[in-house]
């Protein structure tokens, strides 16, 4: 039943991914800039303790946040997740509108290869991601000769994004030491789009779409250590991952549409975007079996992020760069039935709590960061099926400020996350 | 799953820092040149011609202008019995005068010669030359429209008897040729009522009407003008202009319109009371490619009541965006005038020592791209 459930499942959100991934334009203004709005899913566990967990262990997640965590696995799990995102955003003082849009977070698939020692997993989550839409009305004089104004929308949109699928492997080289390898393959298709809509026959409404298709492979290397020393029933790990600079290489196409809707010019290029090292550091201390705490900082060096292509907020003719970005988060876990399944239900809920500061990447004012700080908060609920649990997420916060001509995004998002726990490859006994 | 309450404006000041509003620019044309390649003049009725130049004319602006034109003729029908049985013994040529340019008060003398040689008209352009033969006759026709008769010679008829009356007419009669001895007037002789008449006596009249036409002409043009250059029918050649696409102030852009708009030159006061001239009444334009012969029509216009000609199209808008791009092939644009009118009139397009406004110029409305 179970393994009917969890492919069921995987065969509704891989596709619907796509097509989610693809179609969007309603989220923050922000993600149109540089590659997109950075993303990352490790597990709906950590994504409501503020989103690290790079020293996080158990068996009831597949952690993909650190590779070596892999190694911690009993059953086979698949999980994946859905988020509904809100934003409103002002500028100067005065809110301008909301926008709103839903996406989904991950699909992933975690086995273990020799029982709570190696274990393979893989995931398919998002990078970046680009979701953007703005409308802009005007005027225009029609004939400068002969006057007359004739009215006029500029339109901008931007979707997609960099989509990331992993194939790790995590291996337990002592009790007290896990190693991991993570294979990332990146890969996908940023649309940015700008057109103009005359009231008026008279002009030749077009629109220009920009599609920027990129590819290429990284890795990710990881280690575990649970520090010695510390009274029974406690435990204090760190873990860290350092991810290789990688070059993804890419093809741009730019077509031109008339109010017909007619392609009628197509151009296309080539060329390489690299992409930098990245580190990840993060410790989780257990005091007692139903607390958990974790501490997390993750580094990405994106002052030396180079591309042949022109991103908004980046131009590949001067040196325009982007900013390193840096991450912060820490988080608590607790289950109050930890070690009791035969407790009421309520006692088996889990309640996690987070906080996270994110500087950006990259920004449309040189001299203005754009962070993002938020809480986050969740409740792991135990299904009717054994080893299943559904999680209900949710992460509240603000992103930029209005100085300098920007705008501050106050977001709320609510996030579904299902996983699901079975033996699928245990030997069958003789006999 | 998408959604928005109000999405217009919504982190627009950051777009707006990274993008530029849709304009409008004014390009003036960087060149306006004669191309030195002669106006199609040859043709038939359903090509477009509409008829025969011949006459010579002294223009106070255009200056010398001279014309030459062909004729040839078809059998109207199946010759009778009758016909066929006697010899010609008569034969006129009925020439309808529908244009006239020049000096309406004196007649212009026109001798008409044998054509010998088989000629093509379709897209022969005025600056071809066609051998002549004989001299057929002299006529000399007052510089007005309307029909002229001229009766020709017994010698000729007789010389001509037997194609006249032959099946292969079509083949073994080449036309005339009408050339102007005095006079300072140009005569158009058009397609409609314009014929051959043969007739056998006691017999038939056979009627051979116009088949096809051709004008050779040139003209020596008299003091160059540096405000305006001409651009002439008949003899005429087109006017080649280009206007600066690949500026800075014209960035790679979604262009959303261009119009090209010229201003003509009055020049009426110039001419004497009783020179005709006829009114060019379409002018067109067109993209030539790199290749110097590939050719796409644009636009053909007529001229506004203030004197400015305005082409302004979707295709010229679009050719625009080519070049805009990069991916175009064009070369300049050409003035021409349209071969139907058949005529020797011109426009003076104003150019060169005259403010920037009145030069050929492009108005283009772009978006620029980021």
């Given at each position: 039943?179970?393994?009917?459930l969890?492919?069921?499942?995987?065969?509704?959100?891989?596709?619907a991914?796509?097509?989610?991934a693809?179609?969007?334009?309603?989220?923050?203004?922000?993600?149109?800039?540089?590659?997109?709005?950075?993303?990352?899913?490790?597990?709906?566990?950590?994504?409501?303790m503020?989103?690290?967990?790079?020293?996080?262990?158990?068996?009831?997640?597949?952690n993909?946040?650190n590779?070596a965590a892999?190694?911690?696995?009993?059953?086979?799990?698949?999980?994946?997740?859905?988020?509904?995102?809100?934003?409103?955003?002002?500028?100067?003082g005065?809110?301008?509108?909301?926008?709103?849009?839903?996406?989904?977070?991950?699909v992933?698939i975690?086995?273990?290869?020799?029982?709570?020692?190696?274990?393979?997993?893989?995931?398919?989550?998002?990078y970046?991601?680009v979701?953007y839409r703005?409308?802009?009305?005007?005027?225009?004089?029609?004939?400068p000769?002969?006057?007359?104004e004739t009215?006029?929308?500029?339109?901008?949109g931007?979707?997609?994004?960099i989509?990331k699928?992993?194939?790790?492997?995590?291996?337990?080289v002592?009790?007290?030491?896990s190693?991991?390898?993570?294979?990332?393959?990146?890969?996908?298709?940023?649309?940015?789009?700008?057109g103009s809509s005359?009231?008026?026959?008279?002009?030749?409404?077009?629109?220009?779409?920009?599609?920027?298709?990129?590819r290429?492979?990284?890795?990710?290397v990881?280690?575990r250590?649970?520090?010695?020393?510390?009274?029974?029933?406690k435990a204090l790990v760190i873990?860290?991952?350092i991810?290789?600079?990688?070059?993804?290489?890419?093809?741009?196409?730019?077509?031109?549409?008339?109010?017909?809707?007619s392609d009628?010019?197509?151009?296309t290029?080539s060329?390489?975007?690299?992409?930098?090292?990245?580190?990840?550091?993060?410790?989780?201390?257990?005091?007692?079996?139903?607390w958990t705490?974790?501490?997390?900082?993750?580094?990405?060096?994106?002052s030396?992020?180079?591309?042949d292509?022109?991103?908004?907020?980046?131009s590949?003719?001067?040196?325009?760069e982007f900013?390193?970005?840096l991450?912060?988060?820490?988080?608590?876990?607790f289950?109050?039935?930890s070690?009791?399944p035969?407790a009421?239900?309520g006692?088996?809920?889990?309640?996690?709590?987070?906080?996270?500061?994110?500087?950006?990447?990259v920004?449309?004012?040189a001299?203005?960061?754009?962070?993002s700080?938020g809480?986050?908060?969740?409740?792991?609920?135990?299904?009717?099926?054994?080893g299943?649990?559904?999680?209900?997420?949710?992460?509240?916060?603000?992103?930029?400020?209005?100085?300098?001509?920007?705008?501050?995004d106050?977001y709320?998002?609510?996030s579904?996350?299902?996983?699901?726990?079975?033996?699928?490859?245990?030997?069958q006994?003789?006999? | 799953?998408?959604g928005?309450?109000?999405?217009?404006?919504?982190?627009?000041?950051?777009?707006?820092a990274?993008?530029?509003?849709?304009k409008?620019?004014?390009?003036?044309?960087?060149s306006?040149q004669?191309?030195?390649?002669?106006d199609v003049?040859?043709?038939?009725a359903?090509?477009?011609?509409?008829?025969?130049?011949?006459?010579?004319?002294d223009?106070?602006?255009?200056?010398?202008?001279?014309?030459?034109?062909?004729?040839?003729?078809?059998?109207?029908?199946q010759?009778?019995?009758?016909?066929l049985?006697?010899?010609v013994?008569f034969a006129?040529?009925?020439?309808?005068?529908?244009?006239?340019?020049?000096?309406?008060?004196?007649p212009?003398?026109?001798?008409?010669?044998?054509?010998?040689?088989?000629?093509?008209?379709a897209?022969?352009?005025a600056d071809?030359?066609?051998?002549?033969?004989?001299?057929?006759?002299?006529?000399?026709?007052?510089a007005?429209?309307?029909?002229?008769?001229?009766?020709l010679?017994?010698?000729?008829?007789?010389?001509?008897?037997g194609?006249?009356?032959?099946?292969?007419?079509?083949?073994?009669?080449?036309?005339?040729?009408?050339r102007?001895?005095?006079g300072?007037?140009?005569?158009?002789?058009?397609?409609?009522g314009?014929?051959?008449?043969?007739?056998?006596?006691?017999?038939d009249?056979?009627s051979?009407?116009?088949?096809?036409?051709?004008?050779?002409?040139?003209?020596?043009?008299?003091?160059?003008?540096?405000?305006?250059?001409?651009?002439?029918?008949?003899?005429a050649?087109g006017?080649?202009?280009?206007?600066p696409?690949?500026?800075?102030?014209?960035?790679?852009a979604?262009?959303h319109?261009?119009?090209?708009?010229?201003?003509?030159?009055?020049?009426?006061?110039?001419?004497?009371?009783?020179?005709?001239?006829?009114?060019?009444s379409?002018?067109?334009?067109?993209?030539?490619a790199?290749?110097?012969?590939?050719?796409?029509?644009?636009?053909?216009?007529?001229v506004?009541?203030?004197?400015?000609?305005?082409?302004?199209n979707?295709?010229?808008?679009?050719?625009?965006?080519?070049?805009?791009?990069?991916?175009?092939?064009?070369?300049?644009f050409?003035?021409?005038?349209?071969?139907?009118?058949?005529?020797v009139?011109f426009?003076?397009?104003?150019?060169?020592?005259?403010?920037?406004?009145?030069?050929?110029?492009?108005?283009?409305?772009?978006?620029?791209?980021?």
């Amino acid at each position: 039943m179970q393994r009917i459930l969890a492919l069921t499942f995987l065969v509704v959100l891989l596709p619907a991914y796509s097509i989610l991934a693809q179609s969007q334009k309603d989220g923050s203004i922000y993600s149109r800039f540089g590659l997109g709005e950075r993303q990352q899913f490790f597990t709906s566990r950590s994504q409501a303790m503020g989103g690290g967990g790079y020293a996080l262990a158990g068996i009831r997640y597949t952690n993909f946040a650190n590779p070596a965590a892999l190694s911690d696995q009993i059953l086979t799990r698949f999980a994946g997740g859905f988020s509904f995102e809100s934003i409103k955003v002002s500028a100067e003082g005065f809110e301008q509108g909301t926008v709103a849009s839903g996406t989904l977070s991950a699909v992933q698939i975690g086995f273990p290869l020799i029982t709570n020692k190696t274990g393979l997993g893989i995931s398919f989550s998002p990078y970046t991601r680009v979701s953007y839409r703005v409308d802009s009305p005007s005027s225009i004089i029609s004939d400068p000769e002969n006057g007359g104004e004739t009215a006029l929308i500029s339109r901008f949109g931007g979707s997609g994004g960099i989509q990331k699928l992993s194939l790790a492997t995590g291996h337990r080289v002592s009790p007290r030491i896990s190693l991991g390898l993570s294979l990332d393959y990146l890969f996908g298709i940023i649309e940015e789009s700008q057109g103009s809509s005359f009231n008026s026959t008279l002009f030749v409404d077009r629109t220009v779409e920009k599609t920027l298709r990129l590819r290429g492979l990284t890795a990710t290397v990881g280690g575990r250590y649970v520090l010695p020393g510390l009274p029974t029933g406690k435990a204090l790990v760190i873990g860290g991952t350092i991810s290789l600079p990688t070059t993804l290489v890419g093809k741009r196409a730019l077509a031109l549409t008339t109010s017909v809707g007619s392609d009628t010019l197509s151009t296309t290029a080539s060329g390489d975007v690299k992409l930098p090292l990245a580190w990840a550091l993060g410790v989780a201390y257990q005091p007692e079996a139903r607390w958990t705490f974790i501490a997390d900082a993750s580094y990405e060096g994106w002052s030396s992020f180079e591309s042949d292509f022109d991103l908004p907020g980046y131009s590949a003719s001067s040196n325009s760069e982007f900013d390193n970005r840096l991450r912060l988060s820490a988080g608590a876990e607790f289950w109050p039935a930890s070690g009791r399944p035969f407790a009421s239900y309520g006692s088996r809920i889990g309640y996690r709590l987070g906080v996270y500061s994110d500087q950006s990447y990259v920004s449309p004012d040189a001299d203005e960061s754009i962070r993002s700080v938020g809480i986050t908060g969740g409740l792991s609920m135990p299904s009717l099926i054994r080893g299943t649990n559904i999680d209900l997420n949710i992460d509240i916060g603000r992103r930029g400020t209005t100085s300098n001509g920007l705008v501050k995004d106050r977001y709320i998002r609510f996030s579904l996350n299902i996983n699901f726990g079975d033996r699928w490859f245990d030997r069958q006994p003789l006999g | 799953m998408t959604g928005c309450d109000d999405r217009t404006n919504v982190g627009i000041g950051l777009v707006d820092a990274q993008t530029e509003e849709s304009k409008v620019i004014t390009l003036s044309a960087s060149s306006l040149q004669d191309n030195g390649l002669g106006d199609v003049t040859g043709g038939n009725a359903s090509s477009g011609a509409s008829r025969a130049l011949a006459g010579v004319v002294d223009d106070p602006v255009a200056g010398h202008m001279e014309a030459v034109g062909l004729l040839d003729f078809v059998a109207s029908s199946q010759f009778g019995t009758s016909f066929l049985s006697q010899p010609v013994t008569f034969a006129d040529l009925t020439m309808s005068i529908d244009y006239v340019y020049g000096d309406t008060t004196q007649p212009v003398t026109l001798e008409m010669y044998q054509v010998n040689e088989s000629w093509i008209s379709a897209f022969t352009r005025a600056d071809t030359t066609i051998g002549t033969g004989a001299l057929v006759l002299t006529t000399t026709i007052p510089a007005v429209e309307g029909d002229h008769v001229v009766t020709l010679p017994a010698e000729w008829v007789s010389a001509f008897d037997g194609i006249l009356r032959s099946s292969t007419f079509t083949d073994d009669f080449h036309g005339f040729a009408l050339r102007a001895t005095s006079g300072n007037a140009i005569l158009g002789v058009g397609f409609s009522g314009t014929s051959l008449r043969a007739s056998s006596t006691p017999g038939d009249t056979v009627s051979f009407s116009l088949s096809k036409v051709f004008t050779s002409s040139s003209r020596i043009p008299s003091s160059a003008s540096s405000e305006y250059l001409l651009l002439q029918d008949g003899a005429a050649n087109g006017l080649d202009v280009s206007f600066p696409f690949l500026s800075e102030e014209f960035p790679e852009a979604l262009v959303h319109r261009v119009l090209v708009r010229l201003n003509t030159v009055d020049l009426s006061d110039l001419y004497p009371s009783g020179f005709n001239r006829p009114v060019v009444s379409l002018i067109g334009l067109r993209v030539v490619a790199d290749d110097d012969v590939t050719r796409l029509v644009v636009e053909e216009v007529g001229v506004a009541s203030d004197g400015s000609l305005t082409f302004d199209n979707t295709i010229l808008t679009n050719v625009v965006q080519s070049v805009n791009l990069d991916k175009s092939s064009l070369d300049r644009f050409e003035l021409y005038l349209p071969s139907n009118q058949s005529g020797v009139g011109f426009l003076a397009i104003q150019f060169g020592a005259i403010s920037s406004e009145s030069l050929p110029r492009a108005i283009v409305t772009f978006t620029p791209l980021k």
